[in-house]
């Protein structure tokens, strides 16, 4: 009867946090590992709000916070409930991005409006970010803006992982988005990460071989067993 929407629910309500523990580890993860974070709120109602620069990003898509999407008119609302950040804590927002430039069966066709800008920006950035946050004890939020500018580079490990994730839970819940995406991709995504590994991420590397060898067409889960059949058939054809 585990109801994880549920929890959610009542965790956000209540300005908490929730936790399903089925093993030691888990236990060890929430209640020791990331205890102080969970009681110890550094900035609560945390916002951050992107504009993407349409010289050079026609098309984006958030990765995941379905439940967290505010209306643009709530990011400087103080009254507008948001979320909490422990000490330690870190969140990582993955999107999607489609450059200017770059065909797509995803995007829709949409007239320029009339009225507006249209898009025809000479500035360098390709986006400007804005997050807004409140001390534990204030009412006021305060405001960090910065631009992000420079060309494309190589993911650092900690990206590399986080997409691998994200592309995993892509999978499993069969998101319209997932395109040639599969579990041996996920997993040839992993073998380029290079830092260190600790217990959980060990323990998703387990989740994702499991998951593609569950998944492998029929016909070469059972090239994998021929050697062995093999071995047993001349076994006994020595005993006869």
Same mark, same amino acid.
């Given at each position: 009867n585990y109801k994880d929407d549920k929890m959610e629910l009542l965790a956000?309500?209540? *300005?908490? *946090?929730?936790?399903? =523990?089925?093993? #030691? #580890?888990?236990?060890k993860k929430v209640l020791v590992k990331e205890f102080g974070c969970t009681m110890h709120t550094i900035a609560k109602d945390v916002k951050f709000q992107l504009e993407f620069n349409p010289s050079k990003v026609q098309g984006y &898509?958030? =990765?995941?916070?379905? @439940? &967290? =999407?505010? *209306?643009a008119e709530d990011f400087n609302d103080d009254r507008k409930d948001a979320g909490e950040m422990g000490s330690g804590h870190t969140v990582t927002a993955l999107y999607e991005i489609i450059p200017v430039g770059v065909e797509s069966t995803i995007l829709t066709s949409v007239d320029d409006l009339k009225?507006? *800008? @249209?898009?025809?920006?000479?500035s360098k950035d390709w986006l400007t970010l804005?997050? &807004?946050y409140k001390r534990p004890s204030d009412t006021k939020s305060m405001l960090i803006e910065k631009e992000i500018t420079g060309a494309p580079r190589k993911m650092k490990d900690d990206f590399i992982w986080s997409s691998a994730v994200a592309g995993f839970a892509m999978i499993l819940r069969n998101s319209e988005y997932i395109g040639d995406l599969n579990y041996e991709l996920v997993g040839e995504l992993l073998q380029q990460y290079t830092g260190m590994i600790n217990e959980y991420m060990l323990e998703f590397k387990q989740l994702v071989q499991a998951a593609h060898l569950r998944n492998r067409p029929s016909s070469e889960a059972l090239r994998g067993c021929e050697p062995q059949q093999c071995v047993l058939g001349h076994a006994n054809s020595n005993l006869e």
């Open positions: 956000d309500k209540g *300005n908490g *946090n929730y936790a399903y =523990i089925d093993q #030691l #580890l888990e236990a &898509r958030l =990765i995941g916070y379905e @439940n &967290r =999407i505010l *209306n009225y507006q *800008n @249209n898009g025809t920006s000479s804005k997050l &807004r």
